[in-house]
T-cell receptor, first 115, second 115 residues
Framework: EAQVTQNPRYLITVTGKKLTVTCSQNMNHEYMSWYRQDPGLGLRQIYY???????DKGDVPEGYKVSRKEKRNFPLILESPSPNQTSLYFCASSRANRGGTGELFFGEGSRLTVL | GDSVTQMEGPVTLSEEAFLTINCTYT??????LFWYVQYPGEGLQLLLKATKADDKGSNKGFEATYRKETTSFHLEKGSVQVSDSAVYFCALSDRGRAGANNLFFGTGTRLTVIP
């Protein structure tokens, strides 16, 4: 089954304790991206990757890091989480398509609470 | 910059009522337009799309027409069902930009359909 898998689905942590949210896709997609979803703000892009070892900032990258060492994995790293990073996070993937017409496939989301 | 403005919710309708969710966009290039749907507890999934002016996207009884002259992509359905209760997101990808896979999302409109 084609899917994007995120872990953990739910996490409560404390300020400053480093954490990683993993994302893996089994569709051999080149493109992967992280979004955060907040009430009244919709989805905002954090980082994206067009292929292995190629990453770039989205609209709200501050406080986050990513890496793309393998095609299937795109982990999101919070080196020192703060309460304003409490949010619902989504990973997404698609075929790399310069025409921008392709479908994004989303994971089920990771709800993070930083105390 | 690119942006999407969609009708604020929440929207509550009775079963079999007509649905319209308004969406307008601003883009510097040649955008593709999308509607994504998020059912409770799930990630987003593509509902329909249109890649050029005057295209009509349709799926599951929903329709939206790409109107370049009014920069709009309104979502419509003639007769909603309880199972349509979800959050609906309008989005665009700007084919003229690097990273054309990136989607810009509206803030989402929550639809509740009551029996």
């Amino acid at each position: 089954e084609a899917q994007v898998t995120q872990n953990p689905r739910y996490l409560i942590t404390v300020t400053g304790k480093k954490l990683t949210v993993t994302c893996s896709q089994n569709m051999n997609h080149e493109y992967m991206s992280w979004y955060r979803q907040d009430p009244g703000l919709g989805l905002r892009q954090i980082y994206y990757s067009m292929n292995v070892e190629v990453t770039d900032k989205g609209d709200v990258p501050e406080g986050y890091k990513v890496s793309r060492k393998e095609k299937r994995n795109f982990p999101l790293i919070l080196e020192s989480p703060s309460p304003n990073q409490t949010s619902l996070y989504f990973c997404a993937s698609s075929r790399a398509n310069r025409g921008g017409t392709g479908e994004l496939f989303f994971g089920e989301g990771s709800r993070l609470t930083v105390l | 910059g690119d942006s999407v403005t969609q009708m604020e919710g929440p929207v509550t309708l009775s079963e079999e009522a007509f649905l319209t969710i308004n969406c307008t966009y601003t883009a510097t290039g040649y955008p593709s337009l999308f509607w994504y749907v998020q059912y409770p507890g799930e990630g987003l999934q593509l509902l329909l799309k249109a890649t050029k002016a005057d295209d009509k996207g349709s799926n599951k009884g929903f329709e939206a027409t790409y109107r370049k002259e009014t920069t709009s992509f309104h979502l419509e359905k003639g007769s909603v069902q309880v199972s349509d209760s979800a959050v609906y997101f309008c989005a665009l990808s700007d084919r003229g930009r690097a990273g054309a896979n990136n989607l810009f999302f509206g803030t989402g409109t929550r639809l509740t359909v009551i029996p």
